[in-house]
């Protein structure tokens, strides 16, 4: 069974808003730091941002900072993206990950052991 499922992508204008949702009913999902990577057509997968187990550790990848906020609920199983002041070059299918801790393993897709299939989030000028 796939650990982790993305929802909540879709089309949006520039500087509209998404939140997309990455929820992992049957996993341990408390003891994994969770990431979101993306992959723009033609471009290798990147990493958008990163948040510890227990939330005391984030990181942005530096295109996002300011306009995205990750975040999480242990209770529920599920990660967040909230993403403001989209952009044309957002547009890209977006993927959530689980791995140990962030230090170390982001940006590093080798280093995430659990991943979503993706969800498509398209941004238009």
């Known amino acids: 069974a796939q650990a982790l499922m993305e929802s909540g992508g879709g089309s949006v204008q520039a500087g509209g808003s998404l939140t997309l949702s990455c929820t992992g009913a049957?996993?341990?999902?408390?003891?994994?730091?969770l990431g979101w990577f993306r992959q723009a057509p033609g471009d290798t997968r990147e990493g958008v941002s990163c948040?510890?187990?227990?939330?005391?550790?984030?990181v942005y990848a530096d295109s996002v900072k300011g306009r995205f906020v990750i975040s999480r609920d242990n209770a529920k199983k599920t990660l967040y993206l909230q993403m403001n002041a989209l952009k044309p070059e957002d547009t890209a299918i977006y993927y959530c990950?689980?791995?140990?801790?962030?230090?170390?393993?982001?940006?590093?897709?080798?280093?995430?052991?659990?991943w979503g299939h993706g969800t498509q989030v398209t941004v238009s000028s």
């Open positions: 049957d996993m341990a999902f408390k003891d994994y730091a």
């Open positions: 948040l510890s187990r227990t939330g005391d550790n984030i």
């Open positions: 990950a689980a791995a140990t801790t962030c230090r170390g393993n982001w940006p590093f897709q080798s280093s995430f052991r659990y």
